[in-house]
């Protein structure tokens, strides 16, 4: 496909600027060589006319001047003021150009035995054939500049088919393909050239792929390995009723972050997976936020903080409930841990979630970076991954989320699910 900014459409305009340029040197060169080989014999009918016209008049002085449609001619005697029109008087010897109302002349002024000859040659008609030859070579130049550059069209085609087919092999390559070189199919010695850096360049990525997913299986494996231990011993610490109130506490908080690290490795995890975007069967959002305002309430404590929530369980989305919970919780919890005081409204339609608190709320100066990762205001005390991971989800699924805080006037979230 033909494009403004591709290396064909260079090409074509290479050579129609080239051939623009050659087409007017080209023409300039012809009508300047015509101009002045017409000139040139010009002045050599009119030396020869004078030349005769001298000579006649010597063997006989009454001789009249030249005077025919393209040829007049004017004697002055010395020491004679009139016999000359005006328009040559003040001319000196050799030649110049004269325009007299619409006509143009070449003159060729003459001293010879105490007498000035005149001599004028109409070059009215001369002039405009220069005028109709001059703008033949303009239309000349321009059929050349369109040439050149349906020219270069189609040749730059047959220049840039190798390029274009490597880009093409590139661009729909896929993983199962890593194992065919891309070198093989090329034999233009530059564009093989270029086919193995490519080349070498996927097998660095394939290996760097792989080293990612092999460290991401085994870290997954032994964090869930670590995870399970300490969740089996806080559920065994959890039934043993020699512990305190508050040392069951503990226990449940360390039981919580367990399962908190669970979660969010769980959703980084299938966050990584390129194929996992549009994943997962129909999920009900009422029911994960059910679940997660429940799993949340520990947060609230025994804060004065009214909880109201609204659910639709009409909507279902198409995507992972893991994915989702990890949304939705992150959303939950941040409006439970930054609200001393006041409420917390979860509302829940058949198109959107909308969370809301009177909690201390985030500076207008930092709303556009509360999606950045790891961004956390002075009064955070979380890692500051918990909204971006949220922003993420949203692109994954194509969701809309805005954010709307202002400092000690709570916040808004907003997620629409519909696309």
């Given at each position: ?367 556009d970076q509360a999606f950045l990762r790891h961004y956390r205001d002075i ?41």
């Amino acid at each position: 496909m033909f494009r403004l900014h591709s290396l064909r459409a260079r090409v074509a305009l290479y050579f129609a600027v080239f051939g623009a340029l050659l087409s007017l040197v080209m023409a300039v060169m012809v009508y300047q060589s015509a101009h002045d080989l017409s000139v040139r014999l010009i002045d050599e009918t009119l030396t020869a006319e004078l030349d005769d016209y001298i000579a006649r008049r010597e063997r006989n002085p009454l001789s009249l001047p030249p005077s025919t449609v393209t040829l007049q001619g004017f004697v002055r005697e010395a020491g004679e003021t009139d016999g000359v029109p005006d328009y040559l008087a003040t001319l000196a010897p050799g030649r110049h150009e004269v325009r007299v109302g619409t006509l143009s002349y070449r003159a060729a002024v003459l001293d010879r035995d105490n007498a000035r000859y005149y001599l004028l040659y109409d070059i009215s008609l001369k002039l405009k054939r220069e005028r109709r030859f001059a703008q033949q070579l303009s239309i000349v130049s321009v059929a050349m500049t369109l040439l050149s550059a349906l020219l270069g069209f189609f040749l730059s085609g047959a220049a840039v088919a190798p390029v274009a087919d490597l880009a093409a092999r590139v661009r729909h390559r896929r993983p199962e393909d890593w194992d065919h070189p891309l070198a093989e199919h090329f034999h233009d010695r530059e564009i093989e050239e270029l086919a193995g850096v490519f080349d070498r360049q996927l097998s660095r990525m394939r290996a760097f792929i792989e080293r990612e997913r092999a460290f991401g299986a085994d870290m997954s494996h032994e964090l869930r390995t670590a995870l399970a231990v300490i969740l089996s011993a806080t559920e065994v610490l959890l039934d043993d009723d020699t512990l305190s109130d508050k040392q069951k506490t503990r226990v449940q908080r360390i039981e919580r972050a367990a399962r908190d690290i669970a979660e969010l490795g769980t959703a980084l995890l299938l966050m990584a997976r390129e194929d996992h975007a549009q994943a997962g069967g129909g999920c009900q959002v009422a029911a994960v936020i059910e679940e997660a305002v429940e799993r949340q309430q520990h947060v609230l404590g025994s804060k004065p903080v009214a909880v109201d929530v609204q659910t639709d369980p009409t909507l279902v989305v198409t995507a992972d409930c893991g994915l989702v919970d990890i949304l939705v919780s992150n959303l939950v919890r941040n409006a439970f841990s930054y609200t001393d005081a006041g409420s917390v409204t979860i509302h829940q339609d058949s198109r959107s979630l909308v969370i809301s608190d009177t909690g201390r709320g985030i500076p207008a100066n930092a709303i556009d970076q509360a999606f950045l990762r790891h961004y956390r205001d002075i009064t955070s005390t979380g890692a500051g991954i918990g909204l971006s991971l949220v922003k993420r989800i949203c692109d994954r699924y194509g969701w809309q989320v805005r954010l709307e805080s202002g400092e000690q006037q709570g916040t808004t979230v907003t997620v629409v699910f519909a696309r």
